[in-house]
């Protein structure tokens, strides 16, 4: 990590070099000769060597030091990293375990998305329910490895998202608890979501060109990547009769994160995650041009979190290696997957959960073109980060498409009801969602990713299976229907979808 900040500090001084050089030379040269370009470099040359001297010094190890988190950094400085030292910041970050120098503890703010005050007085600095109740990401994404998943002592309470933003309560009743899925993969999950997204709105705005150009209203059917959302009607007038859609929100944004489907981007439950679990502020979302301060909440130190943090987290995140289905050594158990597989789609399993979605371009852009304020934004000036994700292993279709084997179709289904409601235990529900509708979670890591079900209280994937209610119940029937045998044989196919060990690619 050393190297890797000093790596930062001296593009941050190159960069300050160069501002300084310009306004330097707007000052002194008032009419730019063909000389200034020529003072002007001569003039940044020796700011470099001047700052690299003052970094150098810098750079000298505090005795006692203990913060974690030394350097927030902004976008644009992250943006100019080789991707390797992008990568490696945002892992430190990850396992971070954040000190009170760094600014972890919030004893001023809630857990919730939108910036709010606590309005309930001073709290203990950890507290297991409301937060902040962990020192790093990786405290709980940890299994098998760094960026997985988590067991059930690493279960949060979700009351963020809830309609009532001044909600600020210990009480675990007034939360949802969740388990901990693993990250790994979720660059590509991100970008088929962002694909998706831009097929069904362009479906939308088609549909309502069509109606204004014949007078006359139109239906469209809401399909991409073979997975369908329904349909809407559009109407001459410009509305919309939205009754229509499926799984997805009436925006037709694809939220692939949380279990409940309701978050879009890595950068979005990045900045949530960083005030929930650890008092870790971004400026961003909590700085001052949202609240007025520097200190939201109120611990003493301004600007915890920088944009360049985030966007390191992020691509972190986004370059974790994606599950892949390992089988066993042993040839009974490697055939039982292998039968498994195909008695998976009999059993009409990947209607929901699909065995690969097909993803036009693997280039993951940062900050997410379709962020919404709060999070930083390319409108808001930053330099995007372009990274071609890995895809070695994975197949293409005919149409060159890649093919992600995530087993899931990224909608939300309703999957539970009165005789089986086992999945419907929460009271709340999380930004209008039915308390009984979850997205479909992804099984390429369900081998390495026990516990089970959105509250990880289940030890087995048999106990999972037969859970399954609501629109799940005909493929739930179809499993229980197969003979002993046959659903051994399903579960060992999921036991051998599996998360490489090992830490970012
Ligand atoms: C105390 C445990 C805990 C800590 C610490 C934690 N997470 Fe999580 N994480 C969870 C849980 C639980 C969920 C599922 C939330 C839900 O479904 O509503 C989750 C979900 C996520 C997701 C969405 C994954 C998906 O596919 O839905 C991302 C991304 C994520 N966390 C990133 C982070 C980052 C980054 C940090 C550190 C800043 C972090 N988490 C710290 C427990 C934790
Ligand atoms: C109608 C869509 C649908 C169908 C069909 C479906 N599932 Fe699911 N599955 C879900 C949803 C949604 C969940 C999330 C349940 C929860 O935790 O709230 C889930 C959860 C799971 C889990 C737990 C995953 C985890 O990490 O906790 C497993 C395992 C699973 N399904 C396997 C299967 C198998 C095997 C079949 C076929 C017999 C099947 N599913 C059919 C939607 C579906």
Redesign the pocket.
Known sequence: MGDVARRALMSVAASAATLFCDSFVRIFWCRPSANASIHKRVLAVWLVVGSWFIGSTQAEPLIGDERVHRQPLVHETVAAMPFADIVAYGGHLFSAKFTILDGAGRPGATQSEIPTKRLSGELPAFFRTSGPEANACDGCHNQPSVGGAGEFVANVFVSDGVDDADFDSLDPQFSNER?T?AIHGAGLVELLAREMTRDLQALRDDGAERSRRTGRPVTVALVSKGVSFGHITLHPSGYADVNGIDGVDHDLVIRPFS?KGVFSSLRQFTINALNAHHGMQARERFGVTWTGTADFDRDGIADEIRSGDVTALVLFQAALPFPVQRFSENATLKAAAEDGAQL?TE???D???RHALPLEAPVFVEPNPLNTAGNLRSTDGATPVKVALDTAGLKRNDEGHWLIPLFSDLK?????DDARPY?ANELLGQRFVGRDV????R?WG?GT?A??????D?TT?RE??L??G???N???E??EALTELQQAK?IEF?KSLQIPSGGAS
């Open positions: 388990g899925p279990q998976f059993a009409a399993c209607t929901c959960h939300r289904h309703r999957i539970a999945f979850f997205l479909t979670p099984l369900a990713t516990p089970y079900g959105h509250r990880g289940l994937l999972a299976i859970h399954h609501g629109d799940a005909t493929s739930r179809k499993f399903v999921l």
